[in-house]
């Protein structure tokens, strides 16, 4: 009887270890399907990832060749340029000869005159009187008849020369409308390479995730619109610098902080508490070359102003202008938002000449 229970638990024993060992088998089994599931779903997400690097690494190749194709056809835009500007000046000083012309022609004139009319009101009271030959006769005639002709060509050259200046005239302004085009057109390129390269930046900082601080990259943004030197059609008449001590205040409000390059770290602008929902303005006539964040400063507007003068708005709550809008002074650029150091609305404010940071308030009204 126990043999027969030790043989059946034996038996038992023998039978359990192949069903331990098969379950191990299922349980490795799995495990193997899952991390080769696990392995290819990685795989799948490294040819996903390099398909987008692929796309992004074209897209750029093709930003830096149509940024090269605009380059050059601001060259080229900005020779066409030159050349018209070249025919301006060279009309300007075409128009000065024939001014300098008309007056010769009006004093000769002036003298023929002078000589002619006497004479002609004694032929026509005393007619013959005083002449006793036909020679005498044919002498005065031929005198007087070289005297009507030599008058009645410079009538005529003075009416020439009048056709000339009105045609040269008409050419300046010609010249004029056709120069404001081309530079429209110049600017026009210059605002798409500028986006460009606002794009080619982004991306690239994507790909390499590169991290700059705020002021390098505010140097770089400069530095791009410094490479394009636009010309403004506002500037023709408006200097930025013949208006030092008396450039409105861009947003009523309190002094914060002002500018201070000794400061560790250095204060390249000033700061103001304003109210909330005060309009930001810009400080003179330029062109908006700068719409968007910036690390550091929030949403930041740049107004660049001609001669290497520009104007930096930042923690902008919202903004009312685009990339490449040309603004009046005191036109608004946005609204103030949250600023740090005013501890609620407010706007940090710099001026630059060549990118280097100046005193805002040696520029601003004493108002303040």
């Not at 690097?53 to 060259?75: M, W």
């Not at 005529?156 to 056709?178: C, V």
């Not at 986006?195 to 601080?213: E, G, H, S, T």
């Not at 990339?323 to 036109?331: L, R």
């Amino acid at each position: 009887m126990l043999r027969n229970i030790l043989l059946t638990l034996l038996i038992a024993c023998l039978a359990a270890v192949p069903a331990a060992a098969q379950e191990r088998d299922v349980i490795l089994n799995e495990t193997l399907q899952k991390e080769h599931q696990r392995a290819d779903e990685n795989e799948a997400k490294v040819r996903e990832l390099t398909r987008q690097a692929g796309q992004i690494s074209t897209q750029l190749t093709d930003i830096e060749y149509d940024v090269g194709l605009l380059q050059r056809k601001i060259r080229k835009q900005e020779a066409a340029l030159g050349e018209i500007k070249e025919n301006e000046k060279k009309t300007r000083q075409d128009h000065f000869i024939l001014e300098k012309e008309k007056q010769r022609i009006t004093l000769e004139l002036s003298g023929l005159m002078k000589t002619l009319w006497p004479v002609h009101l004694q032929n026509i009271r005393s007619r013959f009187v005083g002449v006793d030959s036909w020679a005498m006769f044919d002498r005065r005639f031929n005198w007087l008849a070289e005297i009507y002709k030599a008058t009645s060509r410079k009538l005529d050259e003075a009416k020439a020369n009048s056709k000339k200046i009105a045609a040269n005239l008409e050419h300046q302004r010609l010249l004029a409308i056709e120069a404001e085009k081309q530079l429209a057109q110049v600017n026009k390129s210059k605002d798409r390479l500028l986006n460009n390269k606002y794009a080619l930046r982004k991306n690239l900082k994507k790909i390499r995730k590169q991290r700059k601080d705020a002021e390098s990259e505010l140097t770089d943004i400069l530095a791009t619109i410094e490479d394009l030197k636009y010309q403004l059609q506002s500037q023709k008449t408006k200097r930025f610098s013949l208006y030092k001590r008396t450039l409105p205040w861009p947003v009523k409000g309190r002094l914060v902080a002002g500018f201070n390059l000794r400061a560790t770290p250095p204060v390249r602008g000033m700061t103001i508490s304003a109210a909330e929902g005060a309009e930001i303005r810009s400080v003179f006539w330029g062109k908006v070359v700068h719409n968007d964040t910036l690390r550091g400063f929030g949403h930041v507007v740049i107004v660049y102003h001609g001669y290497d003068y520009y104007s930096l708005y930042a923690y902008l709550s919202e903004t009312h202008v685009r990339n490449g809008q040309e603004v009046e002074k005191d036109e608004p650029l946005g609204v103030a938002g949250y600023c740090p150091k005013a501890d609620g609305p407010g706007l940090y404010f710099e001026l630059r000449f060549h990118q280097k940071p100046i005193n805002p308030k040696t520029w601003l009204t004493a108002s303040k």
